[in-house]
């Protein structure tokens, strides 16, 4: 089975772009769909970005997705940063047997 | 409204049994995929186990032999069957339904929390 690693942590002010990545360890990254979830303390996740690409209706498009073949990972981006994107984001994709793989999560600290 | 409801966590001892449930509204769970992800304090996301729509099951392989997926297509409603639970099984339990092919998680439950301690 492939892992998803992702950092610990970012931060980042308010109004500004933050990037948060996503590496698979083995087997390609476009070989099968990346989801991203925030989840805020308390709180269930919630779907910000599926399939790659594809924003939720609710999700402002604030929020973007994306994949690199070269360097194996996608990246989930939040342009014009406002308070309430603090959470923390998790990466999530699945294998051939449909279970599923999560990264580890990030700490977005929006400060 | 698509929505999902667990319950049945609590305090277990360490050994103990315990099973949580799902009540699923706005579709039907005998035709969907379904999972249980968990999610121990303080740390991420673990995929626990799946069944799909034609009854086959799937777990991860720190609950195999131990926990057991199952669903009740008249009551609509998902089931996870702990045994020899352990101090790392403590964690906030989702139940969500997984679409197969494109690997999405939608919707999730509030989670249910189950300690095992003594």
């Known amino acids: 089975n492939f892992m998803l690693t992702q950092p610990h942590s970012v931060s980042e002010s308010p109004g500004k772009t933050v990037t948060i990545s996503c590496t698979r360890s083995s087997g390609s990254i476009a070989s099968n769909y990346v989801q991203w979830y925030q989840q805020r303390p308390g709180s269930s996740p919630t779907t910000v970005i599926y399939e790659d690409n594809q924003r939720p209706s609710g999700v402002p498009d604030r929020f973007s997705g994306s994949i690199d073949s070269s360097s194996n990972s996608a990246s989930l981006t939040i342009s014009g940063l406002k308070t309430e994107d603090e959470a923390d984001y998790y990466c999530?994709?699945?294998?051939?047997?449909?279970?599923?793989?999560f990264g580890g999560g990030t700490k977005l600290t929006v400060l | 409204e698509v929505q999902l409801v667990e319950s049945g966590g609590g305090l277990i001892q360490p050994g103990g049994s315990l099973r949580l449930s799902c009540a699923a509204s706005g579709f039907t769970v005998s035709s969907n995929y379904m999972s249980w992800v968990r999610q121990a304090p303080g740390k991420g996301l673990e995929w626990v186990s799946v069944?799909?729509?034609?009854?086959?099951?799937y777990y991860a392989d720190s609950v195999k032999g131990r926990f057991t997926i199952s669903r009740d297509n008249s009551k609509n409603t998902l089931y996870l069957q702990m045994n020899s639970l352990r101090a790392e099984d403590t964690a906030v339990y989702y139940c969500?339904?997984?679409?197969?092919?494109?690997?999405?998680?939608?919707?999730w439950g509030q989670g249910t929390l189950v300690t095992v301690s003594s």
């Open positions: 069944i799909y729509s034609g009854g086959s099951t």
């Open positions: 969500a339904r997984y679409v197969a092919g494109l690997g999405r998680f939608d919707p």
């Open positions: 999530q994709s699945y294998d051939s047997s449909n279970h599923g793989v």
